[in-house]
């Protein structure tokens, strides 16, 4: 009897769905005890059953499956959230900094018992400790302003969001600063606009031209891949060269042309070369929708020389071809040797039937993928799909595996000609499975961080390391201090402290860090911890700070 999902269900006020399968030939039914009471529910002729529930209030609930010819029942819990992660900024100071750097590190704190993970522009966080986690060399793209958004989501699927803005100047020295007498900021210097210069004595530079330097697309469907172009002229009496061309997104192209003369051809730009006076800079740009929903914001910066910019702007509303649900499978902790299965649905709103497959070749042997055509036609195209994805046996350990899978259908993209390739697309839906996968023996946290530090000031970090296998007994493990490279140059400093758990099944190993007051300098090095199983018989924990006077 397999069970789709995880043994441990985190609901909010939706209902919880639990799906599975009964390989009996004498079961039709599969009972549920909830509450002391039980109930019945039907199999079908494949064996498939699937219970919605809606759940209590309490914030543990235990169920139990039962069919017949199985006589250990499955056990589950179901555990209420309904609480939405605290989140918010810890630095920079106030939510706000002005910076001449292309990055900036961002801590933030999040509160939450159940917390899944916390990302900022798909990319995770780093854990500092407790519920402090820091983003580090967030890319600030373009000059002005940088919406950071920083998004923790719990395992009941609330979400929460926090937004910074960064302010890139490209004069470092307007950027704020902390020695200022009075401790606020300093406000950035603005330099003249092309308006504010008389063209007759001016040296060159761009501006816009016909049109506007924003461009909203309005609505879209995702896949599309949509072009336009942006006008810019030069004017003063000296010519203008362009240094760089650069776009916020990934999703942008961007390729320029320029007219020397009204009525003449327009011909490749190439960059560094003089553009004289009165000429005319065409900026196509292309935004490609794939894997994007919601609003897109991209921002293309021109840079020219004699230094200065120009910004270009581009917006879209992006509706989903496909709807996925759920938009992501979480396997939770699962052990290296087993088999599990998790299934989500794949449905287009506008009602279109279509075929659907996985793109199985570019997935590790660990995963394999099965799509299932809901009430298909004749043709065999439908328009929901059901998409079975397996994990095991043998998945490479790791506190947190991310698997992409991509689904493939025969319907093309309708879209404006691409400007770098004429190759037909595909429609597609994107799907990502994490896990956390267990060995026999295991360390958690993988990495300890121990940040900043004074000279003089004690760190602690501490790691546990758990047996997860019956047949083993752990002993008290030894540790060793390595190096990166070689040995460790720093081990006066360092010491441990070993507690058993309660339940016997491993111990914590506590990590102080002592500097002396007088160094400054980057600490890297592992800790290797020897517990003696067959199959792993040491576990390495690499750890890094950085001690300042």
């Known amino acids: 009897m397999k069970l789709d999902g995880k043994r441990r269900h985190f609901t909010r006020d939706n209902a919880v769905v639990l799906a599975g399968r009964v390989s009996h030939p004498r079961t039709d039914r599969i009972q549920l005890e909830r509450d002391g009471h039980s109930q019945s529910y039907p199999i079908d002729n494949d064996g498939h059953f699937r219970i919605t529930l809606v759940p209590k209030v309490d914030s543990l609930e235990a169920l139990a499956l039962t ?85 923790a989501l719990d395992r009941a699927e609330h979400r929460s969001t926090v937004a ?8 470092p020295e307007s950027v704020a600063s902390n020695d200022s007498r009075d401790g606020s900021q300093l406000e950035p210097q603005s330099s003249p606009t092309p308006e504010d210069v008389d063209e007759s004595v001016a040296i060159g530079y761009l501006a816009v031209g016909e049109g506007d330097a924003v461009h909203d697309f309005g609505d879209l469907t995702q896949g599309v891949v949509s072009n336009h172009t942006f006008q810019l002229v ?37 960059m560094g070369s003089p553009i004289g ?50 938009r992501s499978l979480n396997f939770g902790t699962v052990e290296h040797d087993r088999v599990v299965e998790q299934e989500l649905t794949v ?62 259908s025969d319907q093309v993209i309708e879209s404006s000609t691409p400007l770098l390739t004429n190759e037909v697309s595909m429609r597609e839906a994107v799907v990502y499975a994490t896990a956390s996968v ?25 790691v546990r390391i758990e047996n997860h296998d019956d047949e083993f007994e752990m002993m008290e493990p030894q540790l060793v201090l390595k190096g990166y490279q070689g040995e460790f140059e720093y081990p006066e400093i360092v010491s441990f402290e070993i507690a058993p758990l309660v339940n016997g099944g491993g111990y914590d190993i506590t990590m102080t860090l002592l500097p002396p007051e007088e160094i400054t300098v980057t600490i890297r090095g592992k800790v290797v911890v020897e517990v003696g199983h067959p199959n792993r018989p040491t576990l390495e924990v690499p750890f890094t700070g950085v001690v300042r006077r």
């Open 67 to 151: 069919a017949e010819g199985f006589p250990s029942p499955i056990l589950i819990q179901l555990i209420q959230d309904s609480t939405v992660p605290i989140l918010e900024i810890l630095n920079p100071i106030g939510g706000d900094l002005v910076t001449s750097a292309s990055s900036v590190d961002i801590e933030v704190r999040v509160v939450d018992t159940n917390l899944l993970h916390v990302t900022t522009g798909g990319q995770p966080l780093e854990h500092i400790d407790g519920d402090r986690w820091m983003a580090r060399d967030v890319p600030l793209p373009y000059q002005g302003e940088n919406e950071i958004v920083i998004e």
């Open 438 to 462: 267990l060995g026999k023996v295991s360390a958690a946290p993988s990495y300890l961080s121990f940040g900043l530090m004074r000279g003089g000031q004690v760190t602690t970090r501490t």
């Open 277 to 326: 006076p009165r000429a005319q800079l065409l900026v196509d740009v292309q935004l490609d929708t794939k894997n994007r929903r919601g609003p897109v914001r991209s921002v293309v910066t021109v840079t020219t020389d004699p230094s200065d910019e120009v910004q270009l702007k581009l917006m879209a509303n992006v509706a989903p071809f496909f709807e996925v649900s759920p």
């Open 234 to 270: 030069t004017k003063g009496n000296s010519p203008v060269s362009i240094s760089q061309i650069s776009a916020s997104c990934g999703c942008t192209v961007v390729q320029a042309r320029v007219v020397s003369e009204v009525g003449s051809e327009s011909m490749p730009y190439e």
């Open 347 to 408: 449905t287009c709103p506008t009602g279109v039937l279509y075929a659907l497959t996985a793109v199985e070749e570019e997935l590790p042997e660990e995963v394999s993928v099965r799509v299932v055509p809901v009430d298909p036609r004749e043709d065999g195209r439908a328009n929901t799909w059901r998409v079975k994805v397996t994990l095991g046996p043998n998945i490479p350990e790791g506190l947190r595996r991310n698997y992409q899978i991509k689904l493939i």
């Open 164 to 171: 910074v803005t960064i302010v890139r100047d490209r004069n």
